[in-house]
């Protein structure tokens, strides 16, 4: 299958990143035609210094290298190096209702928090689709923030191939690929682990800021001795992500049954998001 997917170079790629999409795209890359891209068009909607993106741009590109993107099997690129991406974005804005972006959420976040509506952040889901359509990818590897996106990347495709298609389809509808245990990752504050929440665990912070960042991680202020929620607590769901099944299974225990303080939890988890990104660490210096 082709399968294609970006990543916005707007700072450093967090563990919601790696969990949400990198994982799958590393996962993907072995059996399919896979294409990765850095999606800097994407991200002059939220960074305009020329230097800044250029940096983000390398960065994210060397971040996904020593994670284990492999050029042999992937190919990873530069959005900006394929312009007709721009150009396709434009043919398909001509097909677009406005009332598909105004009801895109991530750009009525955005609004919400302030950021100036520009028409480039209005239009953001069609570059998108631009990006899909423009390599007849059939999967699309993303967290859940993005669904509504592939949403709108279909019923674009339907949409164009209906008025020019005549008859046959210009463009392959994209499946979405999201995977529900890491659709959404939570930060250090239960919200979804975002940049503009300032609420990431980056996956190359130094150990030092990594132990510091998982000691803020809100709990509830349940006492050490009584038994403690499953649910709903992001340190455990973080936990989920690095431990071993055993180790998982352990720490559950001793959550129903008490005797379990969230200091011994954040410590093991520290340790193990540091343990995980020890070799990639090295492999990027
Ligand atoms: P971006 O750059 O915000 O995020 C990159 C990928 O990481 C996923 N992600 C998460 N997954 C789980 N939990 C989280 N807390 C979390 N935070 C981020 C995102 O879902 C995404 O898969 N619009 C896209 C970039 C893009 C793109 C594309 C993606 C541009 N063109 C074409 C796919 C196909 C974005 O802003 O992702």
């Given at each position: 299958?082709r399968v294609l997917s970006g ?26 035609d896979?294409y990765y891209f850095?999606a800097?068009y994407h ?32 190919t990873?690129f530069v959005q900006s190096d394929v312009p007709e991406t721009a150009e396709l974005a434009w043919l398909l804005t ?31 889901p069609v570059l998108q689709a631009a990006d899909i359509l423009l390599y007849d990818a059939d999967?699309v ?12 990347t279909r019923?674009i495709a339907?949409?164009f191939n ?7 389809d210009v463009f392959r509808l994209p ?111």
């Open positions: 299958m990543i916005q170079p707007s700072g450093a790629l967090h563990i919601g990143n790696y969990f949400g999409a990198l994982r799958q795209f590393i996962e993907l890359q072995r059996e399919n896979a850095v800097n991200a002059l909607t939220s960074v305009r210094d020329a230097e800044r993106l250029r940096a983000y741009t390398f960065d994210v590109m060397v971040t996904m290298l020593s994670l284990g993107l492999d050029p042999e099997r992937a990873l001509t097909v677009t209702p406005m009332g598909w972006l105004e009801k895109c959420v991530s750009y009525k976040d955005k609004v919400e928090q302030g950021l100036s509506p520009e028409h480039g952040l209005f239009a953001y999967l590897p993303v967290g859940q923030d993005q669904k509504q996106h592939l949403e709108v019923d339907e949409r209906r008025v020019y298609g005549g008859g046959e499946e979405p690929h999201i995977l529900k245990s890491v659709s959404v990752v939570p930060g250090v504050d239960g919200r979804k682990m975002s940049k503009s929440y300032n609420n990431t665990i980056d996956i190359f912070d130094e150990p030092a800021a990594i132990r510091k960042k998982v000691k803020r991680i809100v709990t509830d202020s349940t006492p050490v001795e009584a038994p403690k929620d499953l649910e709903g607590d992001s340190l455990l769901a973080l936990y989920r992500l690095f431990a071993t099944a055993e180790d998982i299974a352990e720490i559950e225990r001793r959550y129903r049954e008490g005797g379990i303080g969230y200091g011994e939890v954040k410590t093991r988890l520290a340790e193990a998001i540091i343990e995980r990104f020890a070799e990639p660490r090295e492999r990027r210096a």
